[in-house]
């Protein structure tokens, strides 16, 4: 059906695929907390760090080659998603004084319900992409150098997300400084 320099191209673009939505998910949050002044909670801070994991195993498969093991930790991470995020909706299913859901609904729908919906899209498309093109054997055969393209958009795509990384990190610092994290003020700027 498919040559192995068709299914290794597959593979790449999908992996492209991945890590542009999370790199536009990571945008638009940030843009809101820049924007409107919308600072994320600290299960909201987590949630960015599990998406920037996943992309994290993504960049190692186009920057070292493929293994199970980058695989491996975008799945973890994307675990690790849904779990925070599961554990955020549940505290705030039922809004309490004081704790109700920050930040803006986008399509009626807060960030720790997107970020599971995020987290099982993300799982599943990995199950689809088992299922479909299969193992990744292949892969050893038609490295990500083979096709330039790819190989430069992965490589834009990468240092972009690692700009996201980078301003989130400092924004971290910036908004819970050496002590407790919380929603009312950047920390450091006071």
């Known amino acids: 059906m498919f040559s192995r320099r068709q299914l290794a191209l597959l593979n790449y673009l999908y992996l492209l695929l991945v890590m542009f939505v999370i790199a536009g998910i990571l945008t638009t949050a940030m843009t809101l907390q820049y924007a409107n002044g919308e600072l994320p909670c600290p299960l909201c801070l987590l949630e960015r760090v599990a998406m920037l994991g996943v992309c994290f195993g993504i960049m190692l498969n186009f920057r070292r080659g493929f293994s199970y093991q980058n695989t491996g930790f975008s799945l973890l991470s994307a675990i690790v998603l849904l779990i ?13 004084p004081g704790h109700e859901y920050i930040g803006s609904a986008i399509f009626g729908i807060h960030m720790p319900v997107w970020s599971i919906i995020i987290a099982l899209c993300l799982l599943t498309a990995y199950s689809i992409k088992l299922a479909i093109i299969g193992g990744d054997e292949y892969l050893g055969e038609a490295g990500v150098s083979q096709f330039p393209i790819v190989r430069k958009l992965a490589d834009g795509l990468s240092l ?19 002590g407790e994290c919380h929603t009312f003020s950047y920390q450091l700027l006071q």
């Open 84 to 96: 925070i995020s599961v554990r955020q909706s549940l505290l705030d299913i039922y809004p309490r």
């Open 160 to 178: 972009f997300v690692i700009a996201l990384g980078l301003i989130n990190l400092v924004s971290v610092i910036l908004q819970c400084g050496l």
